[in-house]
């Protein structure tokens, strides 16, 4: 069975830095995409960042381009997400995601998410 637990989030000054980290267990995933999403109150939940386990392709979206990093290490069976510059914007619940295949943007086309960190921003 696929687990997906996220640590790293907090409460950080805009401007500020964090990395969440997102520790998978339950099977290989070679073959797989994972990716991060969140969701802000009132808001429906969104892609940030994903990359594919074994070839390291990456996606992001927009708004952290340039500020956000996704990667994954191999031997911890980790992926991790540098976020910089941050910006009370990026306040939300973060999640970590995986689905079986390439790189893909939606909800629905995730099957495994973990519980969530939060993420607070302040101005």
């Known amino acids: 069975q696929v687990q997906l637990v996220e640590s790293g989030g907090g409460l950080v000054q805009a401007g500020g830095s964090l990395r969440l980290s997102c520790a998978a267990s339950?099977?290989?995933?070679?073959?797989?995409?994972m990716g991060w999403f969140r969701q802000a109150p009132g808001k429906e939940r969104e892609i940030v960042a994903a990359?594919?386990?074994?070839?390291?392709?990456?996606y992001y979206q927009d708004s952290v381009q340039g500020r956000f990093t996704i990667s994954r290490e191999y031997a911890k069976s980790t992926v991790y997400l540098q976020m910089n510059s941050l910006k009370p914007e990026d306040t939300a619940v973060y999640y970590c995601?995986?689905?079986?295949?390439?790189?893909?943007?939606?909800?629905?086309?995730?099957?495994?998410w973990g519980q969530g960190t939060q993420v607070t921003v302040s101005s």
């Open positions: 990359i594919t386990w074994s070839t390291g392709n990456t």
């Open positions: 339950g099977r290989a995933f070679s073959g797989y995409t």
């Open positions: 995601a995986a689905r079986r295949g390439g790189l893909r943007a939606y909800v629905p086309e995730y099957d495994y």
